[in-house]
C-alpha cells in the first residue's frame, strides 16, 4: 500500500507540474489570438512521465547514448542493498522484538528493545536511501538518456 500510495503521489505531482509548466503558454497564445498554441507532443509527456525528475521542460539534456554495464550495476546494487537491508533487519531487529512478544508487558523492557534497534533502523534508513535515491534513479536516468543527474539537490 505504501508503494502504490507514493506511486500515486508521484503521478500527481508530475501532472501538476505538467500543467503549472503549459496552461499559461496555451492561455497566452489564445489572449494574443494567435494562430499557433505549442501543445507539448504525447512522446514528451510520456518521456516526462519515466524521467527522475519533477520539472516539467519540453526537451531535457540527453546523453548520446546508453552504457548497459553501469544500468546492470545499479540494478546490481539496489539488490544488494535489499538484501543487506533484509538481513539486518533479519539479524537485529526480530529477534529483538520476538522475545518481547512472549514475555508481560515491560516498559523497560520496551525501552530495551527501542534503543536496541535504532542502529540497525539507521542503517536500513540509510541503505533505502542509497538504493532508492542513488542506484534506482541512476540506472533509469542511464536507461532514458537524462543527463542532468541532480537529484539530491
Same mark, same amino acid.
Not at 500515486?8 to 500543467?19: D, P, T, Y
Not at 518481547?100 to 508487558?105: G, L
Given at each position: ?41 504525447? +512522446? /514528451?509527456?510520456?518521456?516526462? !512521465?519515466?524521467?527522475?525528475? =519533477? ?10 547514448? #546508453? ?18 537491508a533484509y538481513y539486518i533487519f533479519v539479524r537485529l531487529c526480530i529477534p529483538l522484538?520476538?522475545?518481547? +512478544? /512472549?514475555?508481560?508487558?515491560? !516498559?523497560?523492557?520496551?525501552? =530495551? ?10 542503517? #536500513? ?29
Open positions: 500500500a505504501a508503494l502504490l500510495l507514493a506511486f500515486q503521489v508521484r503521478l500527481v505531482m508530475k501532472a501538476h507540474s505538467f500543467i503549472r509548466e503549459n496552461v499559461p503558454r496555451v492561455l497566452s497564445s489564445v489572449k494574443d489570438k494567435s494562430g499557433t498554441v505549442h501543445i507539448p507532443r504525447i +512522446s /514528451q509527456y510520456l518521456y516526462f !512521465l519515466f524521467a527522475p525528475t =519533477l520539472i516539467y521542460r519540453d526537451n531535457y539534456p540527453r546523453n548520446p547514448t #546508453i552504457r548497459w554495464g553501469y544500468v546492470a550495476t545499479k540494478f546490481a546494487q539496489v539488490l544488494g542493498s535489499l538484501f543487506y522484538f520476538r522475545n518481547s +512478544s /512472549q514475555e508481560t508487558f515491560n !516498559l523497560r523492557g520496551l525501552v =530495551l528493545c527501542i534503543f536496541n534497534s535504532i542502529l540497525p533502523g539507521v542503517l #536500513i534508513l540509510f541503505l533505502v536511501f542509497f538504493a532508492f535515491l542513488h542506484c534506482w534513479l541512476n540506472a533509469f536516468a542511464e536507461m532514458l538518456r537524462f543527463a542532468d543527474r541532480m537529484f539530491y539537490k
